[in-house]
């Protein structure tokens, strides 16, 4: 179906704690499956934990507990913080989930009949902590690991192997196709040199690591953790389970990840679904990095953000708008308690916050809190932005372009502030000019009403209570967003709550 729209992030390491980056993702991840409902699509957001590998196996050994005990602790960290933040999934997946584990060894067993399977020997200098192999052409004479700087061991051993080789003319002929494949565009140029480059198979699978998903046909073998984590996004769709839920999702599937994963994601992942004859997503989504004070975040300077924390500091949507309005989605920014303090003094309470503040302020001092449709309901300058502003925002919604299209609605927001002063209410009310206090009142609630559908995706909890202020039906998605998002979509009449303000301003 055409109005179906599959979302995922990353299945996140269980055993990290959960950081600004892992909230990031997820943050963005659920702003478009809230969009694309509101837009009456049939959404499919998922997130998850990829819980195998010899992290774990050492970390439970370690603490004297099973490797799932452990991940059955851990998992709780992250659904707590989804539900902290409000994130609407659809489905949260566990690569421990004995539906999972069927569905990658019947993927292995697909491929093997298929002859892209091999056995042979693989020798690679490897990360144990970041379960990484990494070819010698990327390492300087330290033998540190490129990505955390550790100390890589030199291992050789039998392995599967899965022939990506085989691919780089097909997925070379596919990016250049599908110029929208990979985003944002220059990591779409990124991958296709990298693959024009020369690809090499893969090493898919370890010996003696106990706790991952067997080789079927060999269980002496673990699958690689990433052939297993990759393959979550097909348990999630239905492959091999749901023939209709396949069928109604997978071609529509949308992969948002940090830019340090693109490569499994832009080059291993499609290979292996050429390989199975699977079509290949419709998105591969790239966004940057989050510095912290100007500083790489890491463990070692003790510089990660924690999102319950700031949650609990400033309020789940002031870090949701700050994430999605500050740095533009695929570039990296930099974040600091500051710069949130600064961005949602400015934009929440000073901008929308103060003009929903002093309108329903005015309803109240001028029309005792009710206020009635004006007929005829005209005014060209206010449709023309709202046309101008509707257009824009699904332009960059589409794109993935969250600031941009946050930009967009505060063209709305800027406009009310200035047509109060201009029109000053208190005027024509001292001068008894009553019914065009009205009219004027009405566009004002009507354009808080508007933006109430344009931030639902990004700030719901706000957004809920906006609405319950303007005494409307309060889930914005109940409704239909073709007959509310215009000018004349608006009640006959709003009879509105008391003005309280939505964002107080922080003092720092
Ligand atoms: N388990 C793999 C993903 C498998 S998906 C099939 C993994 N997990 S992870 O826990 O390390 O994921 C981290 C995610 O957080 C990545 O998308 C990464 O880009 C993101 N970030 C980690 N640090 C980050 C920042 N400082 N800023 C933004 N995102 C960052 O990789």
Redesign the pocket.
């Known amino acids: 179906m055409d109005n179906s729209f599959y979302v ?7 055993n ?1 704690v959960p ?4 909230a ?2 997820t943050c963005a991840a659920d702003v478009l499956a809230r969009y694309y409902r509101l837009r009456g699509y049939q959404v499919l957001f998922s997130t998850g ?2 819980e195998h590998g010899q992290k774990i196996e050492k970390a439970a050994r370690d603490l004297g507990i099973t490797p799932q005990e452990l991940v059955d602790k851990m998992v709780i960290r992250f659904q707590d913080l989804w539900k902290k933040m409000n994130i609407s999934y659809d489905e949260f997946i566990r690569t421990t989930d004995p539906r999972h584990i069927k569905v990658v060894q019947d993927f292995f067993r697909l491929l093997d009949e298929r002859g892209y399977i091999y056995l042979g020997d693989y020798e690679g200098w490897y990360c144990v902590p970041c379960e990484t192999f990494w070819p010698e052409s990327q390492l300087d004479e330290r033998l540190v690991c490129p990505d955390c700087g550790r100390s890589l061991e030199k291992l050789k051993e039998e392995s599967y192997f899965f022939a990506l080789s085989r691919f780089q003319e097909p997925l070379l002929q596919y990016l250049e196709s599908h110029p929208d494949f990979i985003m944002p565009e220059s990591r779409h140029h990124e991958i296709e040199s990298f693959v024009r480059g020369g690809l090499k198979d893969q090493s898919i699978s370890r010996l003696g690591l106990e706790w991952g998903i067997p080789v079927p046909s060999d269980p002496r073998h673990t699958l690689y ?2 052939f297993d ?5 097909l348990t999630v769709a239905g492959w091999g389970t749901s023939e209709e839920k396949f069928s109604n999702f997978w071609p529509y599937a949308y ?7 693109l490569r ?2 832009a080059v291993l ?1 499609p290979g292996m679904l050429m390989a199975a004859s699977l079509p290949l997503p419709r998105r591969i989504f ?7 004070e100007g500083e ?2 890491s463990k070692s300077r003790g510089n990660v ?1 924690d999102p319950y924390l700031m949650i609990d500091r400033y309020g789940v949507d002031r870090f949701r708008y700050f994430l999605m309005r500050e740095v533009s989605f695929g570039l ?2 930099d ?1 600091s308690e500051k710069a949130l303090i600064e961005r949602s003094n400015a934009d929440l309470s000073d901008n929308f916050g103060n003009f929903v503040h002093r309108t329903l302020g005015m309803v109240w001092r001028y029309k005792k809190g009710v206020v009635k449709k004006p007929s005829p309901y005209q005014d060209g300058e206010w449709e023309k932005l709202l046309e101008e502003v509707k257009e824009g925002f699904q332009y960059y919604m589409e794109r993935f372009a969250f600031s941009q299209a946050l930009e967009q609605v505060w063209k709305l927001v800027h406009f009310a502030n200035r047509y109060i002063e201009r029109e000053a209410p208190w005027k024509l009310h001292k001068e008894g000019k009553e019914k065009e206090v009205e009219n004027l009142l009405y566009r004002l609630l009507d354009n808080a009403r508007l933006l109430s559908f344009f931030l639902y995706p990004f700030m719901p909890d706000t957004t809920l209570k906006l609405r319950e202020l303007l005494g409307l039906q309060q889930d914005p998605g109940k409704e239909s967003l073709e007959e509310s998002l215009c000018w004349q979509g608006g009640p006959e009449v709003y009879s509105v709550e008391e003005a309280q303000p939505l964002f107080p301003r922080i003092i720092e």
Do not use: R, S
Request: glycine residues 8%; aromatic residues 22%; proline residues 2%.
């Open positions: 995922t992030t990353p299945i996140y390491y269980v990290d950081h600004i980056g892992h990031y993702t934990t990829d953790v990433w984590a990759l393959v979550n996004y992969h948002l990840v940090g830019k340090d994963i499994f994601h992942w790239a966004h940057g990095w989050w510095t912290v790489k975040m953000v990296d920014g974040f």
